[in-house]
């Protein structure tokens, strides 16, 4: 287990530092997460990306592709619309725990889309950054590739 005290925040975060030690509920959302944002993504950027790949698609007549990457395309945007982070849920699928200063430490239990939604507001609150999220993501993504 791994703790992350966040700056200007009297705040603790608990985070699984490999897949493995997750229950396999959560270790199949962590892995769901991860294929969306590889595949999907969630940014403006990935949104230009799908954009650049339809119009490739469509210029070449490949239509069942140009088919397949719109909807990426439309799920993208609906992620966008939503403030749905990807990266940030599969992030988030290895949290275990929030501590504030003088508290117990307080189990997180609801992984559904809301409840991310809410840790991901709460976090992001308490000082977490998109820089923190990607690298230890990028850390516990090695650490999985080495296992």
């Given at each position: 287990?791994?703790?992350?005290?966040?700056?200007?925040s009297n705040?603790?975060?608990?985070?699984?530092?490999?897949?493995?030690?997750?229950p396999i509920n959560?270790?199949?959302?962590?892995?769901k997460?991860?294929?969306?944002?590889a595949?999907?993504?969630?940014?403006?950027g990935?949104?230009?990306?799908h954009?650049?790949k339809?119009y490739s698609f469509?210029?070449?007549?490949?239509?069942?592709?140009?088919?397949?990457?719109?909807?990426?395309?439309?799920?993208?945007?609906?992620?966008?619309i939503?403030?749905?982070d990807?990266d940030?849920?599969?992030?988030?699928?290895?949290?275990d725990?929030?501590?504030?200063?003088?508290?117990?430490?307080?189990?997180?239990?609801?992984?559904?889309?809301?409840?991310?939604?809410?840790?991901c507001?709460?976090?992001g609150?308490?000082?977490l950054t998109k820089?923190?999220?990607l690298e230890i993501?990028?850390e516990?993504?090695?650490?999985s590739?080495?296992?």
């Amino acid at each position: 287990m791994r703790i992350i005290e966040l700056a200007h925040s009297n705040v603790a975060v608990y985070i699984r530092e490999t897949p493995r030690e997750l229950p396999i509920n959560r270790y199949t959302d962590y892995q769901k997460y991860l294929i969306q944002a590889a595949g999907i993504g969630s940014t403006v950027g990935e949104v230009e990306r799908h954009f650049n790949k339809l119009y490739s698609f469509l210029s070449s007549n490949q239509v069942e592709n140009a088919a397949r990457e719109s909807q990426n395309l439309l799920y993208n945007i609906h992620l966008n619309i939503n403030k749905i982070d990807i990266d940030s849920f599969a992030f988030l699928c290895l949290v275990d725990a929030i501590q504030e200063r003088g508290k117990e430490p307080e189990k997180i239990r609801d992984f559904s889309e809301a409840g991310l939604l809410r840790l991901c507001e709460r976090l992001g609150e308490a000082g977490l950054t998109k820089g923190q999220v990607l690298e230890i993501l990028g850390e516990v993504k090695k650490k999985s590739i080495e296992d």
